[in-house]
């Protein structure tokens, strides 16, 4: 059984240690201070010696199993273990942030935590119930950051079963024998085997991002420490970017876009019109004999799609500069385009449109010739 020296210890960061087991994939050690994935938490990284373990995991009795890429060392060996300290302070951090968001949503708003998963860019909370305001979760977010501000001790203590039992904790206990009971001081108290900051402060600020569906459940998203930072400057300078944009202060900066995406719906009704009006005419220009109109233009496609009449006979193939076409016509006609030309589309009725490849002109010419052929 490995000496699982996290469990007291989140800030141990090296140790030595020696190898007792060496597995498929990796090493057993005689001690080690590297946390395997777990409770939402992915596995440490970093060194033993010249070896690089890329991440840590649980073997089937729960002993670490430091995961080694290539040659591994043999039973025996003894080195330095090093942990990747940025990532393991990156996770406990938002690990502990994670107790307290959970605890506050227990304790001030009944709202319980079934899953949590830690991520590069986020943590996120999947909750016990299927609605929750908006203004309760940045009512929670103002208490996170209250509780970070007044700088609650983060303790953990090993005890019995039945005196963890007696605490009455947000979360029943998963574990048999002892148990270590994580305090967040005047604020919260559950069994967790997982490593934590010493006290809030060192989260340095929470935010609440934003929240999904799942399993019909709520899962709320949060950010904290530096990505919470981040997050903000970023918005701040999207914020101030679309203000520039929009020539609008960042109080009507709704409003402004509301009026752009207004116009710009006009604008589109506007074009639309006008490329119809400009379809019907090209039809017209074209129309000058008993045989196929065949040409190419500039307009959108669509835009001819309604210029003719349910009873039209007309016999059309338009291409536009993005190489979709529109025929009108039978089917018997459509089918001798295919036969001659690199199309893929379909319809019904006198209808039919897709896309066709080739040099435009060529394309034309060939039509010309099924179409009269
Ligand atoms: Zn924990």
Redesign the pocket.
């Known amino acids: 059984m490995t000496d699982k020296l996290y469990y007291e210890d989140g800030y141990l960061s090296s140790v030595i240690a020696r190898v007792v087991d060496v597995r498929k994939s990796g090493i057993i050690l005689d001690r080690t201070v590297f946390y395997p994935e777990g ?1 939402g938490q992915p596995g440490d990284r970093g060194s033993f010696g010249p070896y690089r373990i890329v991440d840590t995991v649980k073997d089937e009795d729960g002993n670490p199993l430091h995961i080694i890429e290539g040659d591994k060392p043999p039973v025996g060996f003894e080195a330095e273990l090093s942990l990747d300290w940025e990532h393991r302070l990156f996770y406990m951090t938002e ?1 502990s942030a994670q ?1 307290l968001v959970s605890a506050l949503l227990f304790s001030n708003h009944h709202i319980g935590t079934v899953a949590v998963h830690q991520g590069e860019s986020f943590f996120t909370i999947e909750t016990n119930i299927g609605e929750i305001e908006e203004s309760i979760l940045l009512e929670t977010e103002a208490e996170a950051n209250a509780a970070i501000r007044e700088n609650h001790s983060i303790v953990q203590r090993e005890m019995s079963h039945e005196e963890a039992e007696n605490l009455g904790m947000r979360r029943s206990i998963k574990v048999e024998g002892r148990v270590k009971v ?1 305090f967040i001081d005047g604020i919260d108290a559950v069994a ?1 085997g ?1 490593v ?1 900051l010493k006290s809030t402060g060192e989260i340095g600020e929470i935010q609440y991002v934003g929240s999904e569906k799942i399993r019909g459940h709520v899962r709320t998203i949060w950010k904290c420490g530096k990505l919470s930072v981040d997050y903000r400057h970023r918005n701040r300078a999207i914020v101030q970017d679309l203000s520039s944009l929009l020539s609008s202060d960042s109080d009507n900066l709704i409003q402004s876009a509301e009026r752009l995406v207004d116009d710009n719906a006009e604008l589109r009704r506007t074009v639309r019109n006008l490329e119809r009006k400009i379809a019907v005419f090209e039809i017209e220009k074209h129309k000058c004999s008993n045989s196929p109109i065949v040409f190419s233009s500039d307009v959108d496609i669509v835009a001819f799609e309604d210029v003719f009449d349910e009873d039209d006979s007309i016999v059309a193939f338009v291409v536009d500069g993005n190489g979709r076409f529109m025929f009108h016509g039978t089917k018997e006609g459509f089918d001798s385009l295919k036969s001659g030309l690199s199309i893929k589309g379909g319809g019904r009725g006198m209808l039919y449109r897709g896309s066709v490849s080739g040099n435009v002109d060529t394309v034309l010419e060939e039509a010309r010739k099924l179409l009269n052929g």
């Open positions: 409770g690990h107790h994580v967790c997982g934590h």
